[in-house]
């Protein structure tokens, strides 16, 4: 029988340096400014705490000039989770900003599909249009966990726990996954960068970072039929999802409770 979680998104960072023309493809308004937020979520119930993605770290940050708000395990501790504690992360994609912060949980056993496994280490990795959002000291250490046997390798979808899916979608990279959670509210799609913001999937507006254009407008209808309604899809990095899910009573102003679904019509 399927278990109800608790589904938190906490922001990390932001860009405030962007257009839309770095968020959209062939989009006739190229020019207006775009911001982009930066999360990892959590799922709590009685199946235990998962983290979805690890977020990257001030290093990393400055390397990229991206800085970050907060450090991930702060943003996990402002919600009564140690990162050292945590035994169960779900890595969506392997992209600096997703799995830059592997080492901040050092019991767990990460949940990966095996084909990004293969991209992240393979001859896509010799265009620099595809290999600049990896770092590559990320990717090592994934490696490193497989050999220690700290990762569960899936082959498309896949059982997490008890109510908590992945499901390989791609497109973005060769691997992306994302994570189907049982909720109150009905089936959430944590859709990470299978749909960056709303606008991607709603509209079917491809993002310019893509290694399969069909896989990623196949993956926009995806997202969609894994979830109960669209308004219980939540995209990997737009500031929208803090004007439609509502803080939380006595929670920090970066978190947002996803999983009693959404306070405006989304659209």
């Known amino acids: 029988m399927d278990a109800l979680w608790q589904v938190h998104a906490l922001k990390y960072a932001e860009r405030n340096s962007r257009t839309r023309n770095d968020s959209f493809m062939m989009d006739d308004d190229h020019a207006s400014a775009h911001d ?3 999360f990892l979520w959590v799922l709590r119930g009685e ?19 991206r800085p970050i708000l907060r450090d991930p395990t702060a943003a996990l501790e402002a ?8 035994t169960t992360v779900i890595i969506t994609h392997l992209h600096y900003d997703h799995a830059g912060g592997l080492a901040l ?25 595809l290999n600049h959002p990896f770092s590559p000291a ?5 490696v490193q ?51 960056h913001y709303y606008e991607n999937f709603l509209r079917a507006k491809p993002f310019p970072i893509v290694v399969d254009l069909k896989e990623m407008l196949d993956g926009f209808q995806r997202v969609q039929a894994l979830a109960s309604t669209p308004s219980l899809v939540v995209p990997g990095h737009d500031p929208l999802v803090f004007d439609y899910f509502a803080a939380e009573a006595g929670a920090p102003d970066f978190v947002r409770r996803l999983d009693v679904g959404p306070v405006k019509t989304i659209g």
């Open 36 to 38: 982009m937020d930066y």
């Open 47 to 65: 199946g235990g705490t998962i983290v979805v993605d690890t977020g990257y770290d001030a290093d990393e940050g400055a390397r990229r000039d």
């Open 79 to 86: 919600i009564g989770v140690a990162a050292g504690d945590v």
């Open 105 to 129: 949980f050092p019991n767990a056993t990460f949940h990966l599909q095996a084909s990004e496994m293969a991209y992240a280490t393979g001859a896509c990795m010799a265009h620099g249009h």
């Open 138 to 142: 990320h990717v090592c250490q994934m």
């Open 145 to 195: 966990h497989v050999y220690s046997g700290r990762v569960v390798f899936h082959e498309g979808d896949g059982p997490v726990a008890p109510g908590v899916s992945v499901h390989r979608i791609g497109g973005h990279t060769g691997g992306l996954q994302v994570v189907r959670v049982k909720t109150a509210s009905g089936w959430l799609c944590l859709a990470s960068d299978a749909s």
